[in-house]
């Protein structure tokens, strides 16, 4: 790390001040969610107003601090409300995409990566371009062939057949690039060896790849978990809501529960939050170095 | 006549191009069979529920004198099983003539536990003629055919009795009538296809062996037999529709004897028009109110059946000549070689092709040719064909030019035009990514100082918003720019504002949702710049430094130009990405006021999901797509020129 930057020789204090400005705008709204979900309530504000507030008490309600605290909203969250099951609705269908999804990628992105046949720039190229069709765009065929036409609605299997296939493209473009990397002489030692094409894929290929494969699949659990419109139109059944749909049921309509809400954000989002924290490097580069290549 | 490999292969492709192409029709014949003797059955059973219901409002009401009718009625009909008349009020089953309902049974009695399920079809018929009545729609059926899971036959029909205009009742009508069987013409299929390929193979010699001009006899050949076919299908369809149209004109008649027999001191003549309707109660338009067939109706039903079978041919004869073609020229063969010599790639490349084709390609199609129909939620079953208008929904998007209009209250602005919402898109992406670049870049500069204490710290907190996914993200500020107990209002009230209705106002509404997605958006560039940033050789600067470069002409002229091939690619993914992004326009402000800040997808979303209108949704989303195309294309062009430098 170089120590003679463009900035080197500013004073540090005003810095600091412009970092903690951001850092508390990017920090409140989470510590926001933080203290309606241990205020007890399902009120938006933190604090009551007295009658006449002075600015004193107009401040302090913006403190992120409840009056008293309370563990009343993650107990009815999960007890009193079916946000369990929704979790648990979430939790089938990510998982099961991520592992529809990386298998069909795992072998799709050897093939691309390994052999070339008739076809193989054309399927690349359709995976990109289809990564350029919106969501909503696909919704509606999707909603008249799963929902209408298969009554796949309300239900998970149909879920996990969108998340996948629309999931598999960048899957693909993920392993493909990690298989361009592991040396063919591997794979040849092994055939002089005598293994068949199969074993060289399960026994050589796939062990290697195993950092890719985990990253790949966290990506697409984490992108099954944190989706929300698809699921928000395929899912009509309150038992099938996904927690992302359930989680803005909470907020919808005429009682706004806000304390349910804050407390099931805060059990959804832990997970994610601390996956995303663990993989944003591989995250920034796989994006920009799809973009480049274009 | 000489049998050449030429002519074989020919003879080969046109037995399959006829064993598909007959194939489809065959199905489709009997498909169409089935469906016109369901629609017969429920037809008929539709006129004598209605004739029962007009017996009954005919003989004053529930009462004495219709129970009688009714019976009277009911035994002058071979086809009748049985009739119930129900009263809704006070759930009074006033006439029967199941043979159980007799003895302690006999009506007028309360309807019983088991019997509930009338009650609660009276109820629904209730119900959707009030919601057809206040919606000047016919969005609910009127009448309900129960249908028979096993023989596929009419179980019963439920039609509404009106006395002064509110539903009070239904008769529920129980009928014996069974479906024909369905025809399957094997033999004229068989003759046909034999028939083809004769001539095809007496005529055979004329193409000299050349594989274009056998396998253009050969279509040919197989044209002219799908002709035979969709002439054959044409007669089986006319005949079934014209034996409808007997069926019910000779029925109605005879529930006009039937009705007067049954109430002979009622001498007012029947309006026999309003037995024969739809499941709306709509008349149908074929018999006429003193029960003769109108000849415009019946013509006019057997020049749809020829169109229904017409728009269908024409999709089977395509299916089936390219599947002639195919396998004549060889293309067939040739697919199958190359398959077996990379056996090992597409076996490992086509679980994933085969989904992405099954599950993204076909239905994008399939979308793209639903924005040349009118389809909606109620004929999304029926085939494009039927429902296909052309390109006036790309018309209509495309050509209504009036975004705002002059009005004696002031100036009013039609929010759903599409050129608003494009503008609006635009300068939500741009502003968005000014934001996102400005910030970001600002903040990685500071972080990127020599010496910066808690730097770790910093970069961790400030990726937060980052790591919430976005869907919360969007709730929790919805919940901030609440106008009563929102944090943003209290803000404004603690330093002596007024609190403000963010989402009345399309400025203030826009000033969310962008606030909104400026805090999402930010990290990502930081993270961005300050890779590309700690990437500089710091010897740059310290050269420039000597040479007397101001701070500003340092940032300029070295600090940009290398953040720049780091920079553009981002830049190009949060365009696209601010472009779909679905999530905070929808979730924070919901496109209010009146949809004055929706972006092109959350209307197309809109349009499909909230109007139903899924021929419109569709061809407003394909605009979309070659906007992205477009810009896809552009961003390619300007990426290669960034790499290159």
Redesign the interface.
């Given at each position: 790390?170089?120590?003679?930057?463009?900035?080197?020789d500013?004073p540090?204090f005003p810095?600091?001040v412009?970092?903690l400005i951001?850092?508390v705008?990017?920090?409140y709204?989470?510590l926001?969610?933080v203290s309606?979900a241990f205020s007890g309530s399902q009120?938006?504000?933190i604090v009551d107003l007295p009658p006449n507030p002075t600015?004193l008490d107009?401040?302090r309600?913006?403190v992120p601090l409840p009056a008293h605290l309370s563990w009343s909203n993650f107990a009815s969250v999960v007890t009193d409300q079916p946000f369990l099951l929704w979790l648990l609705n979430s939790a089938i269908v990510s998982t099961a995409t991520t592992l529809v999804g990386v298998?069909?990628?795992c072998?799709?992105a050897?093939?691309?990566s390994?052999?070339?046949?008739?076809g193989?720039n054309t399927?690349l190229m359709?995976?990109l371009?289809?990564q350029?069709?919106?969501?909503?765009?696909?919704?509606?065929?999707?909603?008249?062939?799963l929902v209408?036409?298969l009554g796949l609605g309300s239900s998970r299997l149909g879920l996990v057949?969108?998340y996948?296939?629309?999931g598999?493209?960048f899957c693909?473009w993920m392993l493909k690039g990690y298989f361009d990397t592991i040396p063919r002489e591997l794979e040849e030692a092994a055939v002089i060896d005598g293994a068949s094409?199969a074993a060289v894929?399960f026994r050589i290929v796939l062990p290697l790849a195993k950092p890719a494969i985990a990253v790949t699949a966290l990506f697409t659990f984490m992108t099954g978990?944190?989706e929300?419109?698809l699921a928000a139109?395929f899912m009509d059944k309150e038992s099938m809501y996904t927690a992302?749909v359930g989680?803005?049921f909470f907020?919808s309509g005429y009682s706004e529960q806000?304390g349910y809400?804050a407390a099931g954000?805060i059990i959804?989002?832990i997970p994610?939050?601390a996956l995303?924290?663990f993989l944003?490097k591989y995250l920034?580069s796989g994006?920009?170095a799809?973009?480049?290549k274009? | 006549m000489s049998l050449t490999l030429t002519t074989i292969r020919g003879a080969v492709a046109l037995v399959i191009g006829l064993i598909a192409g007959l194939g489809l029709f065959m199905g489709l014949s009997h498909e169409a069979q089935e469906s016109e003797y369901a629609a017969r059955l429920d037809r008929l059973a539709i006129i004598r529920s209605r004739m029962i219901a007009d017996l009954v409002v005919r003989a004053g009401g529930f009462g004495e004198a219709s129970r009688a009718a009714v019976a009277r009625a009911a035994t002058a009909d071979p086809g009748v099983v049985s009739v119930r008349v129900v009263r809704l009020g006070g759930a009074v089953l006033e006439a029967s003539t199941v043979a159980a309902d007799s003895g302690d049974r006999a009506a007028p009695r309360r309807l019983e536990r088991s019997e509930k399920w009338i009650y609660d079809l009276g109820q629904m018929l209730q119900a959707a003629r009030a919601t057809n009545r206040d919606e000047e729609t016919t969005r609910k059926a009127e009448i309900v055919v129960v249908r028979d899971a096993d023989s596929g036959g009419v179980l019963a029909v439920a039609a509404p009795i009106e006395v002064d205009g509110s539903v009070e009742g239904l008769a529920l009508v129980q009928t014996a009538d069974e479906p024909p069987p369905v025809a399957t013409p094997l033999l004229p299929a068989a003759i046909v296809c034999c028939a083809a390929v004769l001539l095809f193979l007496l005529t055979s010699g004329i193409a000299r062996n050349s594989r274009w001009g056998t396998a253009l006899l050969a279509a040919l050949a197989l044209v002219a037999a799908l002709g035979a076919a969709a002439w054959f299908t044409t007669r089986t369809i006319s005949e079934a529709r014209r034996q409808t149209t007997r069926a019910v004109v000779d029925l109605t008649a005879r529930q006009a004897t039937v009705a007067r027999a049954a109430l002979p001191e009622d001498e007012r003549a029947y309006d026999l028009a309003s037995w024969d309707v739809d499941s709306f109660g709509r008349p149908r338009g074929l018999v006429q109110t003193d029960g003769s067939a109108t000849a415009a109706a019946v013509a006019l039903g057997a020049v749809e059946a020829r169109q229904w079978v017409l728009r269908r041919a024409l999709a089977i004869a395509v299916a089936a000549l390219s599947l002639l073609l195919g396998v004549a020229l060889g293309l067939a063969t040739r697919v199958t070689a190359?398959l077996r010599k990379?056996r090992?790639?597409?076996t490992?490349?086509a679980?994933?092709?085969i989904?992405?084709l099954?599950?993204?390609?076909i239905?994008?199609l399939?979308?793209i040719a639903?924005s040349f129909t009118d389809?909606n939620i109620y004929n999304?079953?029926e085939p494009i064909g039927d429902i296909w208008v052309g390109l006036r929904n790309f018309r209509d998007i495309l050509t209504d030019l009036t975004v705002s209009r002059e009005t004696p209250a002031g100036r009013v602005f039609n929010y759903q035009n599409f050129y608003w919402t494009l503008g609006f898109t635009i300068v939500w992406t741009v502003t968005n990514v000014a934001i996102g670049v400005t910030?970001g870049l600002?903040?990685a500069?500071?972080?990127?100082?020599?010496?910066?204490?808690?730097r770790p710290i910093?970069r961790?907190?400030?990726?937060?918003?980052?790591?919430?996914?976005?869907?919360?993200?969007a709730?929790?500020?919805?919940?901030?720019f609440?106008k009563?107990?929102?944090?943003v209002n209290?803000?404004l009230?603690?330093i002596g504002g007024d609190s403000i209705s963010w989402f009345e106002h399309p400025l203030t509404s826009f000033t969310a949702i962008v606030s909104t997605n400026g805090?999402l958006s930010f990290?990502?560039m930081m993270?961005?710049s300050l890779?590309a940033?700690?990437s500089?050789?710091?010897?740059l600067?310290?050269a420039a430094r000597v040479d007397g470069a101001s701070?500003w002409q340092?940032?300029t002229s070295?600090?940009l130009p290398s953040l720049k091939p780091?920079l553009v690619?981002?830049v190009?993914?949060s365009v696209?990405w601010t472009f779909?992004m679905?999530?905070i326009p929808?979730?924070v402000s919901a496109g209010e006021p009146a949809h004055a800040t929706e972006i092109l997808?959350?209307q197309?979303?809109k349009v499909?999901?909230e109007q139903y209108r899924?021929g419109y949704?569709?061809a407003y989303?394909?605009i979309?797509?070659v906007i992205?195309?477009a810009y896809?294309t552009w961003?390619?062009r300007v990426?290669?020129a960034?790499?290159a430098v």
């Open positions: 790390m170089n120590r003679r930057q463009i900035t080197g500013l540090h810095l600091h412009f970092v951001w850092v705008i990017a920090v709204p989470v926001w969610v309606v009120s938006l504000s600015v107009r401040l309600t913006l298998t069909l990628a072998t799709s050897y093939a691309f390994r052999f070339r046949f008739p193989r399927g359709a995976f371009v289809s350029m069709f919106p969501g909503t765009l696909m919704l509606i065929p999707l909603y008249i062939v209408m036409w057949l969108v996948a296939t629309t598999i493209p693909v094409p894929f978990w944190n929300f419109i139109t992302p989680l803005r907020v806000w809400f954000a959804v989002s994610v939050v995303f924290m944003q920034v994006l920009t799809g973009a480049v274009g | 190359t990379y090992q790639a597409y490992y490349a679980p994933a092709l989904a992405m099954v599950l993204v390609f239905p994008f399939y979308g639903l389809a999304s079953n910030v600002a903040l500069l500071a972080l990127n100082t020599a010496g910066l204490r808690f910093y961790v907190l400030l990726i937060t918003p980052w790591a919430v996914p976005n869907y919360i993200t709730l929790i500020w919805r919940g901030m609440h009563q107990f929102g944090v209290q803000v009230l603690m805090w990290p990502f993270v961005i890779g940033l700690q500089i050789p710091g010897e600067y310290e701070r340092q940032f070295i600090t780091a690619p981002a190009i993914v696209i779909n679905f999530n929808y979730l997808i959350t197309a979303y499909a999901f899924y949704a569709a989303s394909t979309i797509f992205l195309l896809g961003q390619n990426s290669r960034v790499e």
